[in-house]
């Protein structure tokens, strides 16, 4: 049933066949949505009596109406505090209610304090043999190495982007809670080729009620954009993205990347360099109209010099 998220083949290398499942796992993408959901599917398949997340046993409706008794998930959106984890602690050590496993989702434990990841690792080196915990992370680096070593890491790949189309347009009833009641599509090829196969990248962008200005203005910038006279509009149009900034520079970085990749002129290797220093110096509070007016004269430059 997830197997366009998570197909058979990833899910056995994964030791879904009981025999070599490890006991710990740490799923690992940019994309928190996608992590917490490949977390639902993997767990859905443990508990499935079928074992291969059918949609249709008694596990997994529970499974997808999220009254699943063996499988206990942390919330997300806030800081994982010591507390969550005595309680997850607590329950690991209960028996399994139907099947042969308890499953413990800990979403974006990159979030969880110090303290709490210090309590989850008493678990962790000492495991009870009926309980899988899955966690997901954005960064690692924010997670103790000591837990990272007692994990199995798995860096979740990117999606097909007609897969992403397909979950998008037909969710499946497993992910209907994950994604809006009503979701504009009007721009979705745009958001495809933005999202690069994330899944919840993708979905964001169609959220963002500027993306759409924002994709056009970066598409002016990188095909259109050859005169001097042109620079003033163009800065007020972007410097009416002034709070979302950092996520424009990031799609006009995109549309030289696509150009790059096409033409494979380097000055478009130029264009991006001036545009991650842009993205650093707004890191520094460095005004954004000085950063704006000095990235669009750089780029209007280097056209000029490598006759783009």
């Excluded at 977390?39 to 008694?58: D, R």
């Excluded at 919330?75 to 496993?101: C, H, Y």
């Excluded at 090829?189 to 196969?197: K, N, R, V």
Aim: charged content about 25%; some cysteine; glycine content about 4%.
């Amino acid at each position: 049933m997830g197997n366009k998220i998570l197909d058979q083949n990833f899910i056995n290398s994964l030791g879904k066949n009981f025999e070599y499942l490890s006991h710990a796992y740490l799923f690992v993408s940019p994309d928190s949505t996608y992590n917490n959901l490949c977390a639902e599917i993997f767990a859905s398949h443990i508990l499935c009596e079928n074992k291969n997340f059918c949609g249709s046993c008694p596990s997994c409706q529970k499974s997808i109406a999220k009254t699943n008794l063996d499988l206990t998930t942390l919330p997300t959106g806030r800081t994982i505090l010591a507390e969550d984890i005595n309680l997850v602690v607590e329950k690991s050590l209960e028996k399994p209610m139907f099947g042969d496993f308890k499953v413990f989702i800990l979403k974006e434990i990159d979030s969880a304090t110090i303290q709490a990841q210090n309590k989850l690792l008493k678990t962790l080196e000492e495991p009870p043999r009926h309980v899988v915990f899955i966690l997901t992370a954005t960064n690692e680096n924010k997670i103790l190495p000591t837990i990272i070593s007692r994990v199995r890491k798995i860096f979740l790949p990117r999606l097909n982007k007609k897969i992403v189309e397909e979950i998008i347009l037909s969710p499946p009833p497993y992910l209907k809670e994950a994604l809006p009641s009503k979701l504009n599509t009007n721009n979705l090829s745009e958001a495809l080729e933005e999202g690069e196969g994330w899944l919840g990248k993708t979905i964001e962008l169609l959220k963002a009620e500027s993306f759409p200005k924002m994709y056009a203005l970066s598409q002016e910038i990188a095909l259109s954009f050859s005169k001097s006279k042109d620079l003033p509009v163009l800065s007020s149009k972007v410097l009416e993205f002034k709070d979302s900034i950092l996520k424009f520079l990031e799609i006009l970085g995109h549309s030289f990347e696509k150009l790059l990749r096409e033409k494979g002129n380097l000055g478009y290797c130029e264009i991006i360099t001036n545009i991650n220093s842009a993205v650093e110096e707004l890191g520094r509070n460095v005004g954004a109209n000085l950063i704006v007016d000095n990235l669009l004269m750089k780029i209007l430059e280097i056209k000029y010099n490598y006759n783009l």
